[in-house]
Every structure is written in structure tokens, then in C-alpha cells.
């Protein structure tokens, strides 16, 4: 029997299945198009998008929708973030479109040597279709989320109500072994990992969010698989007893996922769920900073396991990572 038999995947994303919607106006420049995304994402937009995550189903071999879950060690399974520092800026939650949907995701921003763009990272899931081959639309990240939620009225904007406001993706990067992996499946996991570049933007239009919020370093090798690392896990889950508007954050030791052959990462007791997706996973964090290495993303779950898992950043990611920074429009990495 395959393992794909043995194990429900849950594929932590937020969706909210709703029609097309088609943004009205919007010129061909970079600017213009950034102003047509921020406005693409009004209030009424983004309250319409509601929380479902998926699992996989042996007996239809499909993911379904599932029903929610119910909600003095150095493990913290699932905690708001109190303690301040520089991941409450560089943490934020992603809004993009893909297949006619809205969904919410988590992400980070990256530090990058590039002089007129920023990097973010998130989940290949949060910027790849894989099923239907396609680079999500409308891509939006916003910062520091926690700080200022925006009062989800009928009408004004979103992203003026927040924090430091939105900055939108100019181009995306994914690799090609999540891209080619025809469904999030056992290649999928491997590769869910995904960049954003984006640009001028935020409250005024015209600052690179890393000069507004800093960015966290990265490394492209693995941990150990033993738990002798401890990792810190950071997302806006919108399911359980979260609403998607609170930084919540994991601590436990890093290991191996034992149902993927200890191919991807496994965060024990982490009951971070739908929305948390792409959220950055640290070593070597420091609470009173909040700074840290960044070393994999919040990627997916199994149903009846309370854990998260992740890919384990290598040479393939930092090719991603390298496209981001050169490529001017959006790549499939190979």
C-alpha cells in the first residue's frame, strides 16, 4: 500500500471559494499595477474569504475540505507572539488569487542583496498552482499584520488601515519540482517553497518594506533530523481559536518526518493550522530580539497529528532564491 494511502496530508492554506472578480482599471507600469492590486483587495474582498484547509482522503484520493479541529516544557504548540522584536515586522500575512479563489497565507521578508527590491518568502503552495500550472494573481503581503488588523467594513481601504500598509509582488519564483509535482503530493512537500519580489510600496507608495521592516537572513543547508534543533515557527492561523489577525508562534525541537522517509522537516506539538502556511521557521531566534536564521516555511499537516512540517531549504532553494533576485518577471526554477 503507498504511503499516499497510509497518511492524510493536510495542506494548510485559508480558501475562500469564490467567483472570478475582475479588477477594473490599472495601466502597464510597475506602479500602476501595484495600485491596481491594492485596490483590487477592498474590505468587502478580503471579508469574504473564509477559512477551509485541506486533508487528503484515502478512500477518494483527493483532498476534501475538513472539519475544524478542536483546540512548563520548553514546547509552546501554539501562543501569541508577545514578546515584540524584529519578526513582528518581518512576519506578515499574504493575500493572492489562484483559480478563481481568494487565499491567505504567511510570510517573511528575506534579507537580500538587490538595491531596488525586497524578497519574501513563503510556501510554493502560496505562489504556484501546481495542480493547474499557474503563478497566483494579485499577491499581496502585509506586514506586521498583528499590529493593526483592518476593520473588515463594506467599504474604504484595506491596506491604508493597516500597520505599514502593502506591498505587492512585481514577479514570483517557484522551483520546478514543486511546479512539475501535478498536485501537492510527496514531490510537492520536497520544493513548497516559493519567493515574492516586490518593490515600492506600503503606506506612502514609495518605500522597500525592508527599510520599513527589516528582513531575517537565511540558509539554504539542513538541520539535523535528531531534535537536537530548536526551531521557532511563526504564522497567522485562521482556524480553531485563531480569526487569522493574531502572530502566533511554535518552539519545539526539529526532527524528521518519519511518514516522508525524513525527507522534510517535522515541528512536534505545533498546532499552527489553516492561514499559517509560508510562515517562517528560525533557528537560532532570539527572543528578546526576535531575530533569527531562517531554515524552512510552515508547509503542511497530517489529520490526527499535531505537528507541522516543512522542506528543508537547500542548493535548489537557493537557486529559487538567486532567480528572485535577477529575474525580472515571474520563474519556474530549474
Given at each position: 500500500m503507498s504511503r499516499r494511502l497510509r497518511i492524510l496530508i493536510s495542506l494548510l492554506v485559508v480558501v475562500s471559494a469564490l467567483p472570478l472578480l475582475t479588477a477594473a482599471g490599472g495601466g502597464k507600469g510597475p506602479q500602476s499595477e501595484h495600485q491596481?492590486?491594492?485596490?483590487?483587495?477592498?474590505?468587502?474582498?478580503?471579508?469574504?474569504?473564509?477559512?477551509?484547509?485541506?486533508?487528503?482522503?484515502?478512500?477518494?484520493?483527493?483532498?476534501?475540505?475538513?472539519?475544524?479541529?478542536?483546540?512548563?516544557?520548553?514546547?509552546?504548540?501554539?501562543?501569541?507572539?508577545?514578546?515584540?522584536?524584529?519578526?513582528?515586522?518581518?512576519?506578515?500575512?499574504?493575500?493572492?488569487?489562484?483559480?478563481?479563489?481568494?487565499?491567505?497565507?504567511s510570510a517573511s521578508t528575506v534579507y537580500d542583496t538587490a538595491a531596488d527590491r525586497s524578497i519574501v518568502l513563503t510556501a510554493g503552495h502560496c505562489v504556484y498552482?501546481?495542480?493547474?500550472?499557474?503563478?497566483?494573481?494579485?499577491?499581496?503581503?502585509?506586514?506586521?499584520?498583528?499590529?493593526?488588523?483592518?476593520?473588515?467594513?463594506?467599504?474604504?481601504?484595506?491596506?491604508?488601515?493597516?500597520?505599514?500598509?502593502?506591498?505587492?509582488?512585481?514577479?514570483?519564483?517557484?522551483?520546478?519540482?514543486?511546479?512539475?509535482?501535478?498536485?501537492?503530493?510527496?514531490?510537492?512537500?520536497?520544493?513548497?517553497?516559493?519567493?515574492?519580489?516586490?518593490?515600492?510600496?506600503?503606506?506612502?507608495?514609495?518605500?522597500?518594506?525592508?527599510?520599513?521592516?527589516?528582513?531575517?537572513?537565511?540558509?539554504?543547508?539542513?538541520?539535523?533530523?535528531?531534535?537536537?534543533?530548536?526551531?521557532?515557527?511563526f504564522g497567522y492561523p485562521a482556524e480553531k481559536k485563531w480569526d487569522g489577525t493574531d502572530l502566533i508562534y511554535c518552539r519545539g525541537p526539529v526532527d524528521g518526518d518519519p511518514y516522508n522517509a525524513n525527507l522534510t522537516y517535522r515541528m512536534s506539538g505545533c498546532k499552527l493550522n489553516g492561514g499559517s502556511s509560508g510562515g517562517p521557521w528560525f533557528r537560532d531566534f532570539s527572543e528578546s530580539t526576535g531575530v533569527g536564521t531562517l531554515f524552512s516555511v510552515n508547509s503542511y499537516g497530517y489529520n490526527g497529528v499535531t505537528a507541522m512540517h516543512g522542506p528543508l531549504f537547500n542548493a535548489s532553494t537557493q537557486a529559487t532564491y538567486n532567480s528572485a533576485l535577477t529575474q525580472p518577471s515571474s520563474t519556474i526554477v530549474p
Open positions: 491596481r492590486i491594492i485596490e483590487f483587495w477592498t474590505q468587502e474582498r478580503v471579508a469574504q474569504a473564509q477559512p477551509r484547509d485541506f486533508r487528503f482522503d484515502p478512500s477518494t484520493r483527493q483532498f476534501t475540505p475538513a472539519a475544524r479541529p478542536g483546540g512548563g516544557s520548553n514546547i509552546v504548540s501554539g501562543s501569541s507572539w508577545t514578546k515584540g522584536g524584529a519578526v513582528t515586522g518581518t512576519t506578515g500575512k499574504v493575500l493572492f488569487q489562484m483559480g478563481g479563489s481568494y487565499w491567505v497565507c498552482d501546481e495542480a493547474n500550472g499557474a503563478f497566483a494573481t494579485n499577491w499581496m503581503f502585509i506586514p506586521d499584520y498583528d499590529a493593526a488588523p483592518a476593520p473588515l467594513t463594506s467599504s474604504g481601504s484595506f491596506c491604508s488601515e493597516t500597520r505599514y500598509g502593502c506591498w505587492t509582488a512585481e514577479s514570483l519564483a517557484v522551483h520546478t519540482g514543486y511546479a512539475t509535482a501535478g498536485g501537492f503530493n510527496d514531490q510537492a512537500v520536497l520544493y513548497d517553497w516559493g519567493f515574492a519580489v516586490v518593490k515600492n510600496g506600503g503606506l506612502r507608495g514609495t518605500d522597500l518594506v525592508e527599510e520599513v521592516v527589516g528582513t531575517q537572513n537565511i540558509a539554504f543547508s539542513s538541520v539535523a533530523l535528531n531534535g537536537s534543533t530548536t526551531g521557532w515557527a
